[in-house]
């Protein structure tokens, strides 16, 4: 990780103090458990969408992001100002990005879905044209652009669901850096506390009144036909899918 990571400071003005929630929403009630604690850390403000359409940069750092699993550029722009993207894998420090609506078929450079040839790899895709980038960006991942077919592109997701996106939308070429973060063990409890995970307890060591699995002798079984969550819907293997307009995007399932 050294190796590749540029031995700075974050730059400044893209820093941002944000206010730690504790998995608690609004009123402050807890909907999100196992959360807490966790070492101060400042956000970094990153450009997921086409905030500099036509203007060619250069990256002057790479450097790590304590709030995402992938790594960030520092990108240095042609009027001077700076701004730090996801960083691709094998982008190096030195090299040109632009992001306009064609361009060369390079890493790190943003396009429309339109002028990316059918087996590319891209990342940090858009939904909706205009909307920035919301899918695939986590570390190691990228998708395939696998056909183009007018007004769509199809597209197979690190899922290997093939699904349809919509030609005018943008992409970036490449995959997205710090793909060995998969094979990364936490190590101690110590450490799984820093990152702001507190400890869980498991429903079957739980009362009857805290949990559907509670109660019962010893290591009783859960007892139900199926596993439950605290609040006695179905959990594991359930499906969540609420999105059913989209159903018709969708070409292979994953």
């Known amino acids: 990780m050294k190796k590749i990571l540029t031995q ?14 504790a998995g608690r929403q609004v009123s402050g009630r807890i909907t999100i458990r196992h959360r807490g604690g966790g070492v101060k850390r400042l956000y970094r403000l990153v450009d997921f969408g ?7 940069g250069k990256v002057i750092a790479l450097e790590y992001d304590p709030n995402r699993t ?10 001077g ?7 691709p894998k094998d982008l190096k420090v030195g090299d040109e990005i ?3 609506e064609e361009a060369e078929i390079k890493i790190g450079n943003r396009m429309k879905l339109i002028n990316i040839p059918v087996g590319t790899q891209v990342y940090n895709i858009e939904l909706e044209s205009g909307k920035g980038g919301k899918i695939v960006r986590s570390a190691g991942t990228s998708a395939k652009v696998v ?3 007018l007004p769509y592109a199809h597209l197979e997701m690190p899922s290997k669901e093939i699904r349809k996106i919509l030609q005018q939308c943008f992409a970036t070429i490449g995959q997205v850096s710090h793909p060995e973060k998969r094979f990364e063990k936490i190590g101690k409890a110590g450490r799984r506390r820093l990152k702001g995970w507190r400890p869980a307890v498991r429903g079957t060591a739980m009362n009857p009144p805290d949990h559907p699995h509670g109660g019962g002798e010893g290591k009783t079984p859960t007892g139900l036909r199926y596993p439950k969550t605290p609040w006695g819907k179905p ?5 969540t899918r609420k999105k059913k307009w989209t ?6 399932r994953r």
């Open 81 to 87: 100002e700076k701004r730090y993207i996801l960083a």
């Open 70 to 79: 992938a790594y960030v550029a520092l990108i240095e722009y042609g009027n």
């Open 247 to 252: 159903e018709k995007l969708i070409i292979k």
């Open 235 to 239: 959990a594991k293997g359930v499906k």
């Open 147 to 149: 056909a183009q077919e």
């Open 98 to 100: 632009i992001c306009a």
């Open 50 to 56: 086409q905030e500099k359409l036509g203007i060619a």
């Open 8 to 21: 700075k400071k974050p730059e400044k003005k893209l820093l941002l103090s944000l206010k730690k929630r």
